[in-house]
């Protein structure tokens, strides 16, 4: 373990200002998240299940209007340029009745934090931010995800229990909100460095590669791959997301893909408009995370948010009930 302590009274400091920032906007967030009115809202637990039954049997598969209805207001509270370094102010200030377990550290030494809901036999695992501020919109989804879930525990399932990684790049995250923010702080791209289809070199050019980019020195060979590769390993998981951004659509595990995997990408791509098969970039994806847990016994798919900004947090939400009530 390292030792934080100066580094944590900073934090500490810091997120006690945030806090105080975040209960000045909670009306407003609450706003977003009860877009309803309160009188036409019927009781928590009865809204959550409607919400995610109905919206994808009426909704046609390349447009959600609902969508547009529900989301207008989920990004503005959480822009980067409102709060950075650290754009997850108000939901986290939401989702501090319950306290992260942290499963290890960036190369920088900032935590990697895993919130735990629901306690049944079956787990199910959102990885968000493996591309850091390149991607941090999934950062963003992760923490209303965590935040929703806080609110309405009834939507795990009894026998499931849900893990939520907010940020397994927190270095990136940190060093900028754009492409430049992509790999970890030893220039490693997290998503090819897992001990599965690992190569040291891959054809770069076109391919991400805005910076001079590694796979690592070795498969694994990153603190945030390892700390990830343990916790999978310590934990019964069956089935996992890993988000991304922007746009490419849905990429089952498994080289060549797995059937379980296809499947939950299948399902996931019934109910939103992201892609699959997804789009084809003529890139070659060595050393994922999806390939590393399907070779692990765990379904898992890449999914790509629609852009590199909005979370798409309605779609998100009947996502989230896929992968719970998903049957591996
Ligand atoms: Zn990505």
């Not at 992760?142 to 790049?169: E, G």
């Not at 790999?183 to 001990?195: A, E, I, K």
């Amino acid at each position: 373990m390292k030792n934080n302590n100066g580094r944590s009274f900073l934090i500490g400091f810091f997120v006690g200002g945030l806090l105080l920032f975040s209960a000045v906007n909670f009306q407003k967030f609450g706003a977003f998240m009860n877009p309803k009115p309160a009188a036409s809202t019927p009781a928590i637990a009865d809204n959550v299940p409607r919400l995610i039954a109905t919206e994808p049997a009426q909704t046609p598969a390349q447009s959600h209007p609902q969508d547009t209805a529900t989301l207008p207001s989920t990004p503005e509270p959480v822009r980067p340029t409102q709060t950075f370094p650290s754009p997850t102010v108000t939901p986290l200030a939401l989702a501090n009745e319950q306290e992260p377990e942290v499963i290890g550290y960036s190369v920088n030494g900032l935590p990697l934090e895993v919130y735990t809901f629901g306690s049944g036999a079956h787990g199910r695992m959102i990885v968000a931010g493996i591309h850091g501020g390149d991607e941090w919109n999934t950062v963003t989804l992760a923490n209303q995800l965590i935040a929703y879930v806080n609110q309405y525990p009834d939507v795990i399932p009894s026998d499931v229990t849900l893990y939520i990684l907010r940020n397994l790049n927190p270095d990136g995250e940190a060093r900028s909100h754009d492409k430049y923010g992509r790999l970890n702080s030893n220039g490693v791209d997290l998503n090819r460095n897992f001990p599965a289809n690992w190569q040291a070199d891959w054809e770069r050019a076109g391919c991400w590669n805005y910076l001079p980019t590694s796979s690592g020195s070795s498969a694994g060979s990153e603190p945030e791959t390892r700390a990830l590769m343990e916790f999978l390993g310590g934990h019964r998981i069956d089935a996992l997301i890993s988000y991304h951004s922007a746009a490419l659509g849905i990429f089952p595990g498994g080289e060549p893909w797995e059937e379980d995997s296809v499947r939950l990408a299948e399902a996931i791509a019934g109910v939103s408009p992201y892609r699959f098969p997804p789009l084809d970039t003529g890139c070659v994806y060595t050393g994922t995370l999806a390939d590393y847990a399907v070779s692990t016994g765990i379904s898992a798919v890449d999914l790509e948010l629609t852009n590199h900004s909005d979370t798409d947090f309605g779609v998100n939400l009947t996502i989230l009930d896929i992968l719970l009530t998903f049957q591996p």
